[in-house]
């Protein structure tokens, strides 16, 4: 009777499977047409057939649960049923589910058609955040031209979104009860399957936070021999508006004025791209080229004809942020970004592609498997491959950058500038969805919203806002991800496995050898490596089919998320700052913000 059972339970999953393949697929594409391409028509068209969709999805579950899949014998079976029995928003009444998604398509709008006044000409206000107030941050070194476009963009973008924020909050929560979570934060929580998920990610964050004080320490005391001490204070907090991003949450662009020997040659990429006339389409064939120098998937034909890799310039509105997308039939994989010729772009088009990578690898897998191992796996693949084309070695390979010393000094500045985007990241992603998990858990109340946030921010991040905040403010909202509903642990997660994974590629590739020096993993570059590119491709094809510790162990024999991998890579730079933190007594770790915040 139970193996009758278990035999009907298999067949039900193929159709469940191929249905929710085209549901999903259904969605998927007018989710495009919306994001690339904001209108009215567009938006109503999206909300109606998410809702159709979603009316799919709930009569499915309800046969779903008619199966008594606790009791059968096949794992794999069991696997899959468990997942179908999650019903997401889908769960929510229909018109529960409509006011969810309009909430989180308002305060999407509101993001990407938000503009500013440039602070020079305060006639012209289309300042977008791409690329027009990114540029500023990555050029200008005015602290008052700084501060008014850090105000002007909170102003535009974050504090309109606070009431649409509220209400995403509560429809999003009863969801979640609806699945059997106590909040959101649990149904995050729980994409990473570990019983001890939340006490492995602080875990994570005592191991790299040493490492973080000293980048901090260094940092602020450059900045304060550039701006003074009026502007940066010897022990405080570092004014978020001076760190070369509007959020504050990689510092690449003040690396120019604040290396550690200043005296060695340059690295610009952004400088070198431009001189060679690359394009954007250039851009993406050579991220395309090292993917494939792995033995990995080029990008199909119907990527190259339905991506969009520069934003239009038909005057439409669209949401510029880049995003991969999985169109769940196996053949459709996009990328829409904004492209512009920066190093940031090359390696955000590397990250993107490694999105498709991982879509590409497991698009034969059951629809219900098609996602990362958990969801920091799918923002690492891309990384991975950006932590070997920056290498100085692969930049001169590439022609994108002179020969130059190879000495103690040049390794350094280079731990230095990758620091700025890995190290600084860290705290930077954990306080976002920290803030999130308080907010969902209901111990952040409506009133309290941007004071915790400021909390947060201070007490992890060690940054402060230019200027008071109050609760007429709702910065978060200022950052893409709150604005459109992404969880953020995933790049947390992702740059801290992803130094695990480097380290096995490279090991595998011959380019790291423990202790040897001229192994560093730091100056590994997996290009070519079809040793490299089979191991990793054997994870991703491997998708959420089983729990994340089978997919890292499969690549690294590891069962578990550790730091080790990104305190090997950065631990000369860490001995070196330690050192000259303490030759120039600087002070670790911050006293309170003077900053009216809360
Ligand atoms: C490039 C993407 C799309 Se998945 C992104 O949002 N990233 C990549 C790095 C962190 C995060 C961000 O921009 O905040
Ligand atoms: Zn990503």
Not at 318 to 339: G, L, Y
Not at 414 to 437: N, T
Not at 473 to 484: L, Q
Request: contains cysteine.
């Amino acid at each position: 009777e139970r193996a009758a059972e278990e035999a009907a339970g298999r067949e039900f999953m193929r159709t469940l499977d191929d249905l929710t393949g085209r549901a999903k697929n259904r969605r998927t594409i007018a989710s495009w047409d919306y994001e690339s391409n904001i209108t009215e028509h567009n938006r109503e068209r999206q909300l109606q057939v998410a809702l159709e969709v979603a009316e799919e999805e709930k009569e499915l579950w309800k046969e779903t649960m008619t199966y008594l899949w606790h009791e059968f014998e096949d794992e794999d079976l069991k696997r899959m049923f468990q997942k179908y029995s999650k019903l997401g928003s889908s769960a929510l009444p229909e018109d529960l589910n409509q006011r969810l998604i309009e909430a989180i398509n308002n305060m999407q709008s509101i993001y990407a058609k938000a503009t500013i006044c440039d602070y020079n000409d305060r006639s012209k206000c289309n300042l977008y955040v791409e690329p027009e107030v990114t540029n500023i941050f990555a050029q200008s070194t005015d602290p008052e031209e700084l501060k008014y476009t850090w105000l002007e963009w909170h102003k535009a973008a974050g504090a309109p979104s606070k009431g649409n924020f509220t209400e995403y909050v509560n429809m999003k929560n009863e969801a979640a009860k609806l699945n059997g979570y106590d909040s959101v934060a649990e149904w995050w929580l729980g994409e990473y399957e570990e019983p001890d998920t939340e006490e492995q990610f602080a875990e994570l964050w005592t191991q790299v936070k040493p490492l973080y004080d000293q980048m901090h320490a260094y940092v602020r005391r450059h900045l304060r021999l550039r701006y003074g001490e009026d502007v940066v204070s010897a022990r405080g907090p570092i004014p978020a508006h001076l760190l070369g991003n509007i959020w504050a949450q990689t510092w690449n662009h003040v690396e120019k004025f604040t290396r550690p020997y200043p005296e060695k040659p340059d690295v610009d990429v952004t400088a070198a791209l431009v001189s060679q006339n690359y394009t954007a389409l250039k851009i993406f064939k050579t991220a395309e080229d090292f993917f494939k120098s792995l033995n990995l998937s080029g990008m199909p034909d119907l990527f190259w004809e339905r991506s969009i890799i520069e934003k239009p310039n038909d005057g439409r509105d669209m949401v510029c942020h880049a995003s991969a997308w999985d169109f769940f039939d196996s053949e459709d994989f996009r990328i829409k970004q904004c492209t512009t010729i920066t190093s940031a772009f090359f390696k955000t088009t590397h990250h993107e592609m490694g999105h498709i990578q991982y879509y590409l690898q497991y698009k034969d897998l059951p629809v219900v498997y098609r996602a990362g191992a958990n969801p920091g796996f799918h923002e690492a693949v891309g990384d991975i491959m950006s932590l070997s084309v920056s290498t100085p070695k692969h930049l001169r390979l590439m022609g994108l950058l002179e020969d130059g010393p190879e000495d103690l000094e040049s390794n350094i500045n280079q731990l230095y500038k990758m620091g700025l985007e890995k190290i600084v990241f860290l705290p930077f992603a954990y306080v976002l969805d920290l803030f999130r998990y308080g907010v969902f858990r209901g111990t952040t109340s409506e009133s309290d919203y941007n004071c915790h946030f400021w909390q947060l921010r201070e007490s992890l991040q060690g940054v402060e806002p230019p200027a008071p905040r109050s609760e007429e403010d709702f910065d978060p909202a200022a950052k893409y991800h709150i604005s459109s509903d992404v969880e953020y642990m995933r790049y947390y997660i992702s740059y801290i496995i992803q130094f695990q994974f480097h380290r096995s590629l490279c090991q595998l590739a011959g380019e790291y050898v423990p202790g040897d020096p001229d192994k560093l993993l730091s100056n590994c570059d997996i290009y070519n490596s079809t040793a490299a590119g089979n191991a990793l491709g054997k994870m991703l094809q491997m998708g959420s089919s089983k729990p994340w510790p089978d997919a890292m162990e499969a690549l690294t024999g590891q069962r578990k998320m550790d730091a080790s991998g990104v305190l090997e890579y950065f631990q000369p730079l860490y001995d070196w700052l330690k050192e000259e933190n303490e030759r120039t007594g600087e002070y670790i770790g911050w006293e309170p913000s003077n900053v009216q915040y809360c």
